[in-house]
């Protein structure tokens, strides 16, 4: 017997995950499972900041109203009030736990935190650990959550499904725990709980291009739809503008701060073309960058496109861009001296597993919190740090929730050992190597920036193909990381080219030729799908 219980599982270490169980870990036993190591996963990547109202001049008014202009008719407006207005709050609970966000000296004398701007912002707020935030806010929660008592930490642990009472033929609808791969044993193992969260973060890994991490691969977003939760508004995937273009830089980011003080993007000739395509420039939403630059480089035929930043002096680029210019400069890019070569990669899923305000899924006892999830945040588009501000809002809300609900949740029981009596070691690992491959092509040419019905019905009918071929693997072999992750990715991939061939419009970040504009006849509307037109065999049977 390979066991493990403790009142709470949580299912990933990134801001949501590792806020969350810090938040519970006065009162809980808490299981945190991170398929890396601790600190990997988006929220390290993280450079530009966390937005939220501090600024005198701003209002929160304001930022609910550019959250709604982004999310171009799809944010759910009460939802975007809820996190705007925890913002503040959830900022205070970082610099208690000690993030070191940048300060600077106003004209009065005082010191306060300075705020940069970015797209879709009308003001400035977007609070900073100079441009590595993500790295000073994981580093820190994960070094305290190494000194609580009341958490237990299991790295290199994969969960790879949900143990539900329904799976189980027991009664309630309830969650009760997690197969976990120990990628260290191979081995699976029981971890048993009262309550599961979900904050294993996005999918950017379905696509070849992604400034995502490899743990990126929407492992709960697979999980849970295969426990029968519903996903929504998967189709919205963001594309970041601008990566580095370096064959050795693994979509390294270059963060929109950037153009927020002043950097231009420029053709190879370089010549300017923002305000061809929006009147804010380079400071236009990042799904109309991404689609200009998409396009530019497509007309002419170019693997890139530059980033200007040379009117600020080095010192300048060094403060504010510290890690961003030695990044660059190793890669033999001087951005103070040189433009930078850029690409748009895959960023941000907007959609995900639906919840409410305190992350409860369709799953009783399950909880989804960060970008696993869907909250209605964000709606067709999310807006630039908007999304670390939802990890910590939403982790709050649902440790909250867990917290209130303590005593309802009974230990689980008797829960079945992962059974492997019919299945042998793999010989063939190329299959797996093989797909993970043609997945993620297949989905950068036909489900990307720009879409048509065409091309998604074929990345449809490879993805069906694909399904078919893992799940039979699956069932035969020995379950591997790769064979787990690749599991997932397809399931992402179906359920982003399933919801992107219902959206018979082009909104937010879903641009389609076939239906260039948005349909204004009616109200606009969430792709909401539900497991129950899924069959076992993995085929669509339509809403
Ligand atoms: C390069 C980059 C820059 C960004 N910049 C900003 C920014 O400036 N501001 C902003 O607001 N947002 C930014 N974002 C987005 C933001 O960082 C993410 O949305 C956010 O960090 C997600 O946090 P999370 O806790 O949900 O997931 P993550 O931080 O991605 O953590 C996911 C965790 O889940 C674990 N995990 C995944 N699957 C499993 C599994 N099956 N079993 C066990 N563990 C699992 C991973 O190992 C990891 O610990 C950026 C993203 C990237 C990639």
């Known amino acids: 017997m390979d066991q493990q219980y403790q009142d709470v599982l949580v299912i990933g270490s990134g801001a949501a995950g590792i806020s969350l169980a810090l938040r519970l870990a006065h009162r809980f036993k808490v299981a945190v499972v991170s398929k890396g190591a601790l600190t990997d996963g988006s929220t390290l990547w993280a450079q530009g900041g966390i937005s939220v109202v501090l600024d005198p001049e701003d209002s929160l008014e304001a930022h609910v109203a550019d959250t709604l202009t982004a999310g171009a008719g ?4 009460e939802t975007v009030r809820f996190t705007v207005r925890h913002g503040p709050s959830a900022i205070d609970w970082l610099i208690e736990r000690g993030v070191a966000f940048t300060r600077e000296r106003r004209p009065d004398g005082t010191l306060g935190y300075h705020l940069t701007r970015e797209g879709g912002h009308t003001h400035r707020r977007v609070i900073h650990a100079a441009d590595a935030t993500g790295y000073a806010l994981e580093n820190t929660l994960a070094e305290e959550a190494r000194t609580r008592e009341n958490i237990a930490l299991f790295e290199s642990h994969l969960a790879l499904d949900l143990i539900t009472a329904s799976k189980l033929g027991l009664s309630g609808n309830r969650c009760l725990g997690a197969y976990v791969y120990d990628r260290t044993a191979h081995r699976v193992k029981v971890f048993k709980a009262r309550f599961v ?44 503008p601008t990566c580095l273009y ?25 010549a300017p073309f923002m305000q061809k395509f929006d009147p804010r420039g380079e400071l236009a939403p990042r799904d109309v960058v991404a689609r200009a630059i998409d396009h530019e480089m497509k007309r ?28 660059c400069k190793a890669f033999g890019v001087d951005m103070a001296t040189q433009p930078m070569p850029v690409v748009p990669a895959a960023h941000y899923t907007c959609g995900g597993v639906v919840t409410d305000f305190r992350g409860r899924t369709d799953l009783r006892a399950l909880y989804a919190v960060g970008e696993v999830s869907h909250t209605g945040l964000h709606g067709a588009n999310r807006m ?11 982790a709050e809300a649902a440790a909250r929730d867990i917290l209130e609900e303590a005593e309802a949740g009974p230990e689980p029981s008797g829960l079945p050992e992962w059974d492997e009596s019919r299945v042998t070691d793999s010989d063939e ?28 019905q074929r990345a449809k009918r490879r993805a069906d193909l694909l399904t078919h071929e893992i799940e039979e693997y699956y069932g ?4 591997t990381n790769d064979l787990i992750e690749l599991r997932n990715l397809v399931v992402v991939a179906e359920l982003i080219i399933q919801s992107a061939l219902e959206r018979k419009e082009s909104r937010g970040l879903h641009y389609t030729r076939d239906y260039p504009e948005p349909d204004d006849s009616r109200p606009p509307q969430n792709t909401v799908l539900t497991p129950g037109n899924y069959r ?6 339509g809403t």
Not at 431 to 450: C, K, P, Q, S, T
């Open 384 to 394: 630039a740090s908007n999304s670390l501000l939802e990890c910590l809002v939403f």
């Open 74 to 77: 799809l944010c759910d407006e």
């Open 300 to 327: 002419l035929g170019s693997e890139y496109v530059y980033l200007d930043i040379r009117h600020k002096t080095p010192d300048f680029l060094k403060q504010h861009f510290p890690n961003i210019y030695a990044r």
């Open 197 to 240: 969260v979900l904050a294993t973060g996005g999918a950017g890994k379905v696509y070849l291009y992604t400034s995502n991490p490899d743990v990126a691969t929407g492992d709960g977003i697979a999980m849970a739809w295969r426990a029968g939760c519903r996903v929504a508004n998967m189709e919205f995937v963001q594309f970041h």
């Open 476 to 479: 035969n072999f020995r379950v």
């Open 429 to 456: 690992e190329v299959v797996v190597a093989h797909n993970w491959h043609e997945l993620r092509r297949f989905m950068w040419d036909y489900v990307g920036i720009v879409r048509t019905t065409k091309r998604l």
């Open 246 to 270: 370096h064959p050795e830089a693994k979509s390294f980011l270059i963060s929109e701060a950037v153009r927020g003080e002043g950097g231009r993007l420029l053709l190879p000739d370089g």
């Open 536 to 541: 076992e065999d993995g085929d669509w049977v």
